[in-house]
């Protein structure tokens, strides 16, 4: 389910069976990088919509979480840890971090909450048939991630 005001009034109608949430952690940049974060934010947003439709009713996409790749690395943890912690104290029982921004494969370990990370493909001139043909072949290698980790969280 996203967050719009239409799939929240079913979510709250089916609280117990939505156990995940996905906030996806998207980089912005003014520097010479700045086309590499904006097509990470790309990626990572047409993807977690497609990943919001595949499992839509068993997880609730979150907003983009927007920060500036200059941040402090403990100030983005602090502020994502934060979410984390609020999430599951609202009842959620696996929170997933996806992004395309590799800094966060090194605070992995930091992270009160699943990180997928995805290399993010340049997507401005693909053609609209192969880019949702790839993003179709994304999301199901993320699907067996996400599958994995409810087992092992629900086998504890």
Not at 106 to 132: C, Q, T, V
Request: glycine share 4%.
């Amino acid at each position: 389910m996203k967050w719009v005001a239409k799939d929240i009034e079913v979510y709250l109608g089916a609280k117990e069976y939505v156990d995940t949430v996905v906030l996806p952690l998207l980089p912005v940049s003014f520097a010479d990088d700045i086309k590499q974060t904006a097509s990470m934010t790309e990626f990572i947003t047409l993807l977690s919509g497609q990943l919001e439709r595949q499992f839509k009713g068993r997880l609730l996409m979150l907003p983009g979480f927007s920060y500036i790749k200059t941040e402090s690395e403990e100030k983005l943890l602090e502020t994502v840890n934060h979410w984390g912690a609020e999430i599951v104290k609202q009842g959620f029982k696996h929170v997933f971090f996806v992004t395309s921004d590799s800094d966060w494969k090194a605070r992995e370990d930091k992270l009160d909450g699943s990180l997928i990370w995805l290399p993010f493909l340049p997507l401005e001139h693909m053609d609209k048939n192969y880019l949702n043909s790839i993003l179709e072949d994304q999301v199901k290698q993320m699907i067996s991630l996400f599958i994995k980790k409810w087992q092992d969280r629900d086998s504890q």
